[in-house]
């Protein structure tokens, strides 16, 4: 499948209002959501969780489509263990 990904197509002016999750052009895809509280280092265990236990047991197949994460406060004002993640990863079930 072809895909007209040109900078022309894909930006707006700066006064349009977009919703920050959607992306023009991308393929539409049910996702599986995990809140990860605390460092980034734990982010790992997180994603096994999510892909490795959580999605088997409950029929999903993890798609070949790039996960992402979303980070809820800054790490350089947010105590470490306070860090909020929110974890997303393509699935189908």
């Known amino acids: 499948?072809?895909?007209n990904l040109?900078?022309?197509r894909l930006?707006?002016?700066?006064?349009?209002?977009r919703d920050p999750y959607i992306v023009s052009g991308a393929e539409s895809f049910t996702r599986a959501f995990k809140d990860q509280f605390g460092s980034f280092n734990k982010l790992s265990e997180t994603y096994a969780a999510l892909?490795?236990?959580?999605a088997p047991a409950n029929g999903?197949?993890?798609r070949s489509l790039p996960s992402y994460e979303?980070?809820?406060n800054a790490p350089d004002e947010t105590p470490e263990d306070e860090l909020?993640?929110?974890?997303?990863v393509p699935i189908e079930k």
């Open 84 to 88: 909020l993640t929110d974890i997303y």
């Open 11 to 17: 930006s707006w002016t700066a006064h349009e209002k």
């Open 6 to 8: 040109s900078p022309a």
């Open 70 to 72: 979303v980070y809820l």
């Open 60 to 62: 999903c197949e993890i």
């Open 51 to 54: 892909c490795g236990r959580w």
């Open 1 to 3: 499948m072809s895909r």
